[in-house]
Each structure stands twice: as C-alpha cells, then as structure tokens.
C-alpha cells in the first residue's frame, strides 16, 4: 500500500475531485437557485448576461473561498499533528 505522500504525489488523491454532496440541504438550496434564476430571467429577460457575469464572478468568488479554506485547513492538520508530536518527545 502507497503511503499518503506517495498517492498524493502522484496525483491519486484529489479531494477537489470528488462530487458535491447530494444531501437533502444541497439539492434543495441547488433547486432554489435554479427557480430563482428563472424567475429573474422571467421579470428581466434582457438581463441574462448581467445575471450570467454575475454568477460566474460568483462561482470564481466561491471557488477561491474553498481552495482557502482547504489551505487553512491542511495547516491547521499539519500543526495539530507537529504538536502532537512534540508531545510525544517529552
């Protein structure tokens, strides 16, 4: 069996790879941002690219959110695990 490092290294471990939940929660907020779009595109029909440069700056803004939040977590992991570690040595 590959140790961790070496599946990370070659790239066997992805976790921004893995689908999204399919929780109950996620389905119906997915299910309410679809109607609400619709509705928006119903009311104001010659804004669809505004609506659409808006969603996408949004999905970036979301996307950027998560890589940091994986960032922060990685290293909260990774201090947790050195001072369990300098525990261990005393």
Avoid: V, W
Avoid at 7 to 19: D, S, T
């Amino acid at each position: 069996m590959k140790s961790i490092i070496e599946q990370l290294y070659y790239g066997e471990i992805c976790p921004c790879e893995k689908p999204a939940p399919q929780t109950e929660r996620c389905i119906e907020n997915r299910k309410t941002i679809c109607d609400t779009e619709e509705q928006l595109l119903k009311q104001f029909p010659t804004c669809k690219e505004l609506l659409d440069t808006y969603t996408d700056a949004l999905h970036i803004e979301t996307q950027l959110e998560c890589e940091a939040d994986f960032e922060r977590g990685f290293r909260l992991g990774a201090t947790l695990i050195l001072d369990i570690f300098d525990i261990q040595r005393e």
